[in-house]
């Protein structure tokens, strides 16, 4: 269908939120605690509703019930994925998510959740919690066991533009002083592995020892694997970032136009810096808008960056 679905976001105080997404994406955040918008988002924890147009004021979620053709008529129960722009002032808990396997099995028949993230900004020499220096389960379990963290925990140092894929199995934390564009599949199944040993009014944030022992791919993939640079890429076309069983991912960086077909189910598209125009319609850093199925031509030109996504 040839309309654009844009969407309101919504937000979360976090313990580890801060006030960039009010000063840098010039949202009306809630408060100076904000850690991320859901930008794209039929969870029932945070819906998105469509701001304009012939489905003003619907929820995607029953977009997807109501209107399956706008997504391709795709046999799934919930809209598959979830798009958040996240604002870590402070370290978040380091954790790991089960893969559909173990979450159908352990938690209500929920997905499991493998998600990826393109770093929008971050201060110098900053590092991210990316896998583990275990060899074995044995020493995995040994060294969880025995709060050994600085020696089991992998720290990655990353830079503004660089893509990490993170598959379900991997321990992971996003660090302090950090903005990331994060696309996920649409799940909120998170094992807390190890807080810092931080205190929220007197009391530590309750930890998932055994379900992250249980899930924690062991050894870790490797850091090349995991991270990749995009700064080098071209301009003006869609640069594959990732396509995994969960999603695929791209990178639109638009210093003049930039015109495809969109073919897929439906595809995601997040404006993280700049401004231009879509077939007519001005966009800016911030918005989130779908692409439905069947929506053919697009046109983008102006001066901006869009991590775009769909499903395979
Ligand atoms: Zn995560």
Redesign the pocket.
Known sequence: MRTILFLNPVFKQMVWGGNQLGDKFGYAIPGDDTGECWGVSAHPNGKSIVREGLFKDKTLSRLWRENPELFGNIDLQFFPLLTKIIDAKGD?SV???PGDEYAREHENGSLG?T?CWYIIDCEEDAAIVLGHNARSKEELTSMIEQKKWNDLIREVIVKPGDFIQ?DSGMV??IRGGMMVL?T?QNSDI?YRVYDYGRKIDGKERELHIKQSIDVITVPAPSVEESVKSTVHMPKNRMNELISCHSYVVWKLDITEKLTFEQSHPFMIMSVIEGEGEIDGHKIKKGDHFILPDGYGHVDLQGDMVIIASSVK
Do not use: G, M, N, R
């Open positions: 978040c954790q790991v998510h959740k998600e993170v992971h934390a994060e996920q998170t």
